[in-house]
C-alpha cells in the first residue's frame, strides 16, 4: 500500500513540475523550433533549448558552446530517452572558463535564435543552428543504476534449513549466500541517443566485411556485488 502511494505522490509532483527561473519566458512568448532553425528560419525568436555540451570554444570576445540537441523535461533538464535530431552553437559574450561549462554536462538555455554557421562535425560539413545566450543552468553527468534480480543462494530461497529461522548462517528469509536477491549494475553517465545510425563500414576496408582483430571493444558494464558488510560466510561441512 505505502509503495502505491508513493508511486501515486510521485507522478504528482511530476505533474506540478514547473521550469526553473533560469529557462522562464513571458507568458504568451512564441518559442524557436529546432528544427524550423535548422532550415535558416526562426531568426530573431526566442529559443529554450538544451541537451548535452560537446566542445567549448574561447575567442576574443566570446565562447561558443557546442550542444548536442535534446528534448527538455516538464522541469527544463535536458531528456536522454529520444533520439537527437543535431546540434546547434550556443554563444555567450565575454570570456567563459571552460571549466565553468565542461564537457558532457547538460545544459537547457534561453536566447535568441542568430543565423546559422557552417561548421564541421569531424571531416563532415555541417550546418548550426546558432543561439545567444541570455540564461542558462546546468546539470551534472548522472550514472545510472540499474537493478536486476539475482537469485536466491543454492539450497532456494531459504537455505538449507527452511523457511523459517534460515539456520546459523541464513540470518533470516534468504538463508545460506542469499545476501538478498538483487544486485546493481553501473551503466551510466548517460548519453543522447544518435539520431540516425552510423553507416555500416564498407567491404573494401576489411576482408569479408569484418573489423581488424585489434579494434578497439565498447567497454562492458559493471557489476557491484554486495558490499562485503552484508556478506555471511557458507556453512562448512561438518565430517
Known sequence: MWRNLFIVAALALAGCATMPNELQVPEGTSLAAYNLAREGQEVGKTAR??????????????TRIEVVFTPLSNSGKPRLDEPSP?????????????????????????????????????DFEYTYPVVLIQNFKLWAPEQQVDYYYNGPGPWG?????????????????????????????????????PGHPMPPPEQ??????????????????????????HQRSAPQKQR
Request: charged share 15%; hydrophobic share 30%; glycine share 18%.
Open 49 to 62: 533549448w538544451g541537451g548535452v555540451i560537446t566542445n567549448v570554444t574561447n575567442f576574443k570576445d566570446k
Open 86 to 122: 543535431g546540434r546547434f552553437y550556443a554563444y555567450i559574450k565575454g570570456f567563459v572558463d571552460p571549466v565553468s561549462v565542461p564537457k558532457g554536462y547538460r545544459i537547457a538555455l534561453i536566447g535568441q535564435v542568430l543565423p546559422s554557421e557552417k561548421g564541421k562535425v569531424g
Open 157 to 193: 530461497p531459504w537455505g538449507p534449513w527452511g523457511p523459517w529461522w534460515g539456520g546459523p548462517y541464513g540470518y533470516g528469509y534468504w538463508g545460506a549466500y542469499g545476501h538478498g536477491p538483487y544486485r546493481a549494475r553501473i551503466t551510466g553517465p548517460q548519453a543522447p541517443k
Open 204 to 229: 573494401g576496408n576489411h576482408p569479408q566485411g569484418k573489423p581488424p582483430s585489434n579494434s578497439s571493444k565498447p567497454a562492458t558494464n559493471k557489476s557491484v556485488s554486495v558490499p562485503a558488510s
